[in-house]
Protein backbone atom coordinates (compact mmCIF):
# COMPACT_ATOMS: atom_id res chain seq x y z
CA UNK A 1 0.00 0.00 0.00
CA UNK A 2 1.22 3.54 -0.83
CA UNK A 3 0.47 7.06 0.33
CA UNK A 4 1.56 9.93 -1.53
CA UNK A 5 1.47 13.26 -1.26
CA UNK A 6 3.10 16.74 -2.55
CA UNK A 7 3.70 20.19 -1.07
CA UNK A 8 4.95 23.64 -2.43
CA UNK A 9 6.78 25.02 0.75
CA UNK A 10 8.13 28.55 0.25
CA UNK A 11 11.94 28.16 1.29
CA UNK A 12 14.39 27.24 -0.48
CA UNK A 13 15.58 23.77 -1.49
CA UNK A 14 18.17 23.20 0.89
CA UNK A 15 16.45 24.58 3.74
CA UNK A 16 13.54 21.81 2.85
CA UNK A 17 15.89 19.27 3.07
CA UNK A 18 17.56 20.06 6.16
CA UNK A 19 13.89 20.46 7.84
CA UNK A 20 12.07 17.39 6.23
CA UNK A 21 15.16 15.13 6.40
CA UNK A 22 15.67 15.78 10.40
CA UNK A 23 15.73 11.90 11.56
CA UNK A 24 16.57 13.48 14.89
CA UNK A 25 13.18 15.27 15.21
CA UNK A 26 11.13 12.40 14.01
CA UNK A 27 12.88 10.45 16.66
CA UNK A 28 11.86 13.23 19.22
CA UNK A 29 8.29 13.43 18.16
CA UNK A 30 8.68 9.17 18.31
CA UNK A 31 9.27 9.49 21.89
CA UNK A 32 6.55 12.33 22.80
CA UNK A 33 3.72 9.20 21.06
CA UNK A 34 5.44 6.54 23.91
CA UNK A 35 7.99 5.06 21.41
CA UNK A 36 11.34 3.62 23.37
CA UNK A 37 13.95 4.34 20.79
CA UNK A 38 18.15 4.37 20.67
CA UNK A 39 20.71 5.58 18.42
CA UNK A 40 22.33 2.79 17.23
CA UNK A 41 25.93 3.13 17.30
CA UNK A 42 26.16 6.37 18.82
CA UNK A 43 25.68 8.78 15.99
CA UNK A 44 25.60 12.76 16.42
CA UNK A 45 25.00 13.19 12.98
CA UNK A 46 22.20 11.94 10.88
CA UNK A 47 23.76 10.36 7.40
CA UNK A 48 23.18 7.83 5.36
CA UNK A 49 23.51 4.12 7.07
CA UNK A 50 22.41 5.63 10.63
CA UNK A 51 19.74 3.70 12.39
CA UNK A 52 17.72 3.54 15.60
CA UNK A 53 16.02 0.43 17.46
CA UNK A 54 13.55 0.08 20.13
CA UNK A 55 9.83 -0.39 21.13
CA UNK A 56 6.37 1.24 20.58
CA UNK A 57 2.97 -0.02 21.66
CA UNK A 58 0.72 -0.72 18.19
CA UNK A 59 -2.09 -1.57 18.88
CA UNK A 60 -2.45 -2.26 22.51
CA UNK A 61 0.89 -4.56 21.80
CA UNK A 62 4.45 -3.60 22.18
CA UNK A 63 6.37 -4.26 18.93
CA UNK A 64 9.87 -3.79 18.02
CA UNK A 65 10.97 -1.13 15.91
CA UNK A 66 14.05 -0.31 13.38
CA UNK A 67 14.71 2.33 10.88
CA UNK A 68 17.76 2.90 8.79
CA UNK A 69 18.45 6.02 7.18
CA UNK A 70 19.28 4.08 3.46
CA UNK A 71 19.92 7.13 1.02
CA UNK A 72 20.50 10.22 1.86
CA UNK A 73 21.41 12.72 -1.29
CA UNK A 74 21.33 16.71 -0.13
CA UNK A 75 19.42 18.32 -0.77
CA UNK A 76 17.64 15.84 -3.58
CA UNK A 77 16.47 12.57 -1.82
CA UNK A 78 15.99 11.23 1.22
CA UNK A 79 15.10 7.50 2.09
CA UNK A 80 14.22 5.95 5.48
CA UNK A 81 13.46 2.17 6.20
CA UNK A 82 11.26 1.27 9.14
CA UNK A 83 10.04 -2.22 10.61
CA UNK A 84 7.74 -2.21 12.96
CA UNK A 85 6.88 -5.68 13.68
CA UNK A 86 6.22 -7.47 10.40
CA UNK A 87 5.43 -4.04 9.05
CA UNK A 88 8.00 -2.35 6.69
CA UNK A 89 7.90 1.14 5.44
CA UNK A 90 9.57 2.62 3.04
CA UNK A 91 9.75 6.53 3.20
CA UNK A 92 11.16 8.75 0.46
CA UNK A 93 11.40 12.57 0.50
CA UNK A 94 12.00 14.17 -2.85
CA UNK A 95 13.11 17.91 -3.04
CA UNK A 96 12.55 19.85 -6.27
CA UNK A 97 13.68 23.12 -6.52
CA UNK A 98 10.97 25.23 -8.59
CA UNK A 99 12.18 28.95 -7.68
CA UNK A 100 14.54 30.34 -5.85
CA UNK A 101 12.34 30.72 -2.87
CA UNK A 102 9.98 27.50 -3.58
CA UNK A 103 10.15 23.41 -3.52
CA UNK A 104 7.84 21.41 -4.37
CA UNK A 105 8.39 18.16 -1.94
CA UNK A 106 7.12 14.47 -2.72
CA UNK A 107 6.79 12.42 0.05
CA UNK A 108 5.67 8.85 -0.34
CA UNK A 109 5.34 6.31 2.18
CA UNK A 110 5.53 2.27 0.72
CA UNK A 111 3.91 -0.45 3.43
CA UNK A 112 4.27 -4.22 3.09
CA UNK A 113 3.07 -6.60 5.46
CA UNK A 114 6.22 -9.14 6.38
CA UNK A 115 4.08 -11.30 8.15
CA UNK A 116 0.18 -12.82 8.90
CA UNK A 117 -0.38 -10.04 11.68
CA UNK A 118 1.01 -7.23 9.93
CA UNK A 119 -1.26 -8.23 7.06
CA UNK A 120 -4.48 -7.96 9.66
CA UNK A 121 -3.22 -4.51 10.10
CA UNK A 122 -3.02 -3.26 6.53
CA UNK A 123 -6.23 -5.04 5.91
CA UNK A 124 -7.25 -2.52 8.56
CA UNK A 125 -5.52 0.45 6.79
CA UNK A 126 -6.93 -0.44 3.49
CA UNK A 127 -10.32 0.28 4.83
CA UNK A 128 -9.61 3.66 6.28
CA UNK A 129 -7.02 4.63 3.64
CA UNK A 130 -8.84 8.01 2.53
CA UNK A 131 -9.11 8.67 5.88
CA UNK A 132 -5.45 8.35 6.87
CA UNK A 133 -4.52 9.87 3.21
CA UNK A 134 -6.26 12.98 4.78
CA UNK A 135 -4.15 12.85 7.38
CA UNK A 136 -1.01 12.40 5.61
CA UNK A 137 -1.38 15.30 3.34
CA UNK A 138 -2.39 17.51 6.59
CA UNK A 139 0.66 16.37 8.57
CA UNK A 140 2.85 17.72 5.54
CA UNK A 141 1.14 20.60 5.08
CA UNK A 142 1.78 21.53 9.17
CA UNK A 143 5.26 20.52 8.62
CA UNK A 144 5.26 23.08 5.72
CA UNK A 145 3.83 25.59 7.51
CA UNK A 146 6.08 25.40 10.19
CA UNK A 147 9.26 25.21 8.62
CA UNK A 148 8.09 28.45 6.15
CA UNK A 149 7.27 29.96 9.60
CA UNK A 150 10.95 28.72 10.90
CA UNK A 151 12.51 30.28 7.76
CA UNK A 152 10.38 33.54 8.30
CA UNK A 153 12.25 33.35 11.51
CA UNK A 154 15.40 32.89 9.86
CA UNK A 155 15.64 35.53 7.37
CA UNK A 156 14.58 38.27 9.56
CA UNK A 157 17.19 38.02 12.19
CA UNK A 158 19.83 38.19 9.36
Known sequence: M???????VDVPRDFAFDRFADFTRYEQA???????????NGFT???EGVSWRGSVVVRGKTRGVEATVTDLT?????????TVGGMR???DLVFEEIGPQKTQ???KAQLVATTLAS???????????????TKVDSRIVALANQFEHEY???QARG
Open 89 to 91: VDV
Open 2 to 8: IFETREE
Open 152 to 154: RRH
Open 105 to 107: VFA
Open 30 to 40: ARGYGADIRRV
Open 45 to 47: EVA
Open 74 to 82: RPEHAQIVT
Open 119 to 133: RLILQTVKLARKKIQ
